[in-house]
């Protein structure tokens, strides 16, 4: 029944969506304020979209098209969508706690629908701020996946630095000897890889249905295990502390052979950093980056830095002194010290994830009788 009810307001917001990318795929024009000019008032008239959907489809076209220049493509494709998701600013729904009901903006004007919201969500109506929203339809069933924020007060270092190794045999190694391995993941990934591989060939109309399916399992598979490895790591530290990440930009530009290569290429690293850093800002612990150069084949004990110091990928033998460690584990290490000097924190001032109350189930409707 809720999805019948919004269903009218969702394909208007897709259309409107894709009128507004085709007309700047059309005139090479993603501009989000030239867009307004020339499509705003056919949108209102021709759709049928309040003012704030309206400026909300016009944003999402605008970023679908920026990403195609930033890409590369060169407006080669036009961004469209079957059935797109609804983006609700702080103006285009309320949610109403106390009652466990939300009332959201559509083209029939507000409507107020009851929340399912488990209790490991609600923590965050306790002291965040709700800010935006995406309202979206899945198995007919209606979600409100919510984006929150929180001021935070910028914490000074205790001195205690905590280096942080990535990698793809161990997914993450921190210098207090806390290992995550990356076994699952690359097993998962190669099935993942064998399977796409198969279907490629196949190269029938059912094959790409299930590469489009295949696609999403594996990112949302991918992004789960690091949700679970940030958790871990932030939970083993104390506010005041301070993570020490490398900074591995531009490491997917390297002349690798191709086994190598397909490894680097599905290694969601970037993500990873993501999940620590918002994480260890909602704990008050800081974040400072270091150059990557030489962790691997510095000896955390002597500082003598050679090639033939790496033995294997998993073992760290030092030339000069002899010292033997789990090459990850020597390489958090270096990236610890590193840090010491020269140290500059990270300022985040505001979290803004949207990790917290995602998919909050809408289950009933009632007409919202004026204003919130």
Partial sequence: AEATMLLPTFINYTNAFNYISAIGFAKK??????????????VRSNFNLPSQLTCSAR?????A?????????????????????IRLDRNSFTIFLDKKQVSILTCSGRLKFNLILSNYHSKYFQDWKYSSADLVIKNKRVFLNVVFEKDIVDTTSNGTFVGLDRGISNLAVTSNNKFYSGKLTKHISQKYRNLRRRLQKANTKSAKR??????????RFKADINHQISKKIIDNLNPGDTLVLENLTGIRNKRLRKTIRILVNNWSFYQLEQFLTYKANAKGVCIAHVVAKYTSQTCSKCGFCAKNNRKTQACFACQACGFK????????RNISMKASVGYKPTDEAVINQPIVATEMLVTSHRPCAGGN
């Fill in 29 to 42: 024009i993603y501009n989000a304020i030239e867009l307004h000019k020339i499509t705003y008032q056919d």
């Fill in 59 to 63: 944003n999402k076209s605008s970023e």
């Fill in 65 to 85: 098209l920026k990403g195609i220049v930033k890409r590369e493509r060169k407006f080669t494709i036009c961004p469209k969508s079957k059935l797109s998701s």
């Fill in 210 to 219: 299930h590469l489009k399916r295949l696609s999403g399992k594996e990112k």
């Fill in 325 to 332: 460690l789990n090459a990850d584990l020597n390489a958090s």
